[in-house]
């Protein structure tokens, strides 16, 4: 009896071809026994074999079916994802089963019974995971919003009256990294992706000198990634870092204000340069301040009696010029002295 069976499953294929197989050993002991039995008995004839045939063809049509499919799905935090279930004829669904195994907690289940259209959680505390709609129109599963700790294995397992069909899904939650790029003090680029998942790829234009490092994961998956870049006596003024990750990509720009690190020496320079040219400049003032201060001592010391002798007699001559008491006593003491001249004579 031809037996073909067609395909696109690998997996699926064999399971069928053991089957297959199974049943056409199966099939071929007991077209034997009727074979001798229509042999010895022939007055039945042909109903015997007629029968044999029939109860063949009712064991193919038992075979049971199985269909399997793995995905692997990257959904951004703090959206929503759909986890949709193989897609099987519903008049022929009895169960649908959910499956979720998350990262450092235990499994839990979530069921539909359909000849009783009755739903339960099982063990399922996350309000966040639920059926996308009325599990007797549509299974699927959603996870909103999505969490870091949402990372793992959901399975969803759907009994048919033709077989078994699981679709398992890997999820990965997708945390954007925070972008920061900063100039230091020896005059190095820094830029940082902190807090993504998975890590993120850092690159630099103009290529330079740079030392990229990556920190350890944290209890939630994440990890930074930093990059220090220096590019020596080329004096470059704009540098640009550009990070590379499964959430989106960004780019930040800097501008240096020196292109290269300052070396020691002038670096020492810059700092005492201006310590010096204050010292000079208050020991100055402090010289100037002392030699006046003696200056203005002598000076004083000098010209104290002149300054009376000057202020007296300027006072007298105008006493004498102006008042006439002194005018009258002159012309008195001139007058006796010309009479002792003429006595004298």
């Not at 109903?47 to 995905?71: C, D, G, I, M, W």
């Not at 059926?131 to 969803?156: F, K």
């Not at 009256?161 to 925070?178: I, K, R, T, W």
Request: hydrophobic content about 35%; overall charge negative.
């Amino acid at each position: 009896m031809p037996c073909t069976w067609i395909t696109s499953d690998l997996q699926l294929r064999l399971i069928l071809t053991l089957f297959f197989v199974a049943e056409c050993l199966s099939a071929g002991m007991e077209g034997t026994k009727t074979s001798n039995n229509s042999m010895q008995q022939l007055d039945n004839g042909n109903h015997s074999s007629v029968s044999t045939t029939s109860s063949t063809e009712r064991k193919q049509s038992t075979v049971t079916l199985y269909a399997e499919v793995k995905t692997s799905l990257s959904v951004l935090v703090d959206t929503k994802a759909v986890l949709t279930c193989p897609p099987v004829l519903w008049p022929s669904v009895l169960v649908v089963t959910w499956e979720i195994v998350l990262r450092d907690k235990p499994p839990c289940f979530g069921a539909y019974r359909r000849d009783t259209n009755q739903t339960t959680r099982g063990n399922c505390t996350d309000k966040r995971i639920t059926w996308a709609s009325r599990p007797d129109e549509n299974p699927a599963l959603q996870v909103d919003p999505v969490a870091i700790t949402h990372d793992g294995n959901y399975t969803c397992q759907i009994v048919t009256s033709d077989g078994n069909f699981h679709h398992e899904y890997h999820l990965q939650v997708l945390v954007p990294p925070e972008v920061t790029l900063i100039q230091t003090e020896k005059g190095t680029a820094v830029c940082k992706a902190a807090a993504g998942k998975p890590a993120a790829q850092i690159s630099w234009t103009p290529e330079g000198d740079c030392d990229t490092e990556q920190g350890p994961y944290w209890g939630d998956g994440t990890v930074t990634v930093q990059s220090t870049c220096r590019w020596g006596s080329r004096h470059v003024l704009n540098v640009s870092c550009s990070v590379s990750h499964l959430a989106g990509n960004k780019s930040l720009s800097i501008q240096l204000s020196q292109g290269a690190e300052i070396p020691a020496h002038l670096k020492n320079l810059y700092i005492t340069a201006p310590i010096f040219i204050i010292l000079i400049v208050v020991g100055s003032i402090w010289l100037l301040k002392i030699s006046g201060c003696r200056k203005c001592k002598l000076k004083k010391t000098e010209h104290t009696p002149v300054v009376q002798e000057d202020e007296m007699e300027p006072y007298a001559s105008y006493t004498e010029k102006n008042n006439p008491l002194y005018d009258i006593t002159n012309r008195v003491k001139t007058s006796q002295v010309l009479q002792s001249e003429v006595d004298e004579k």
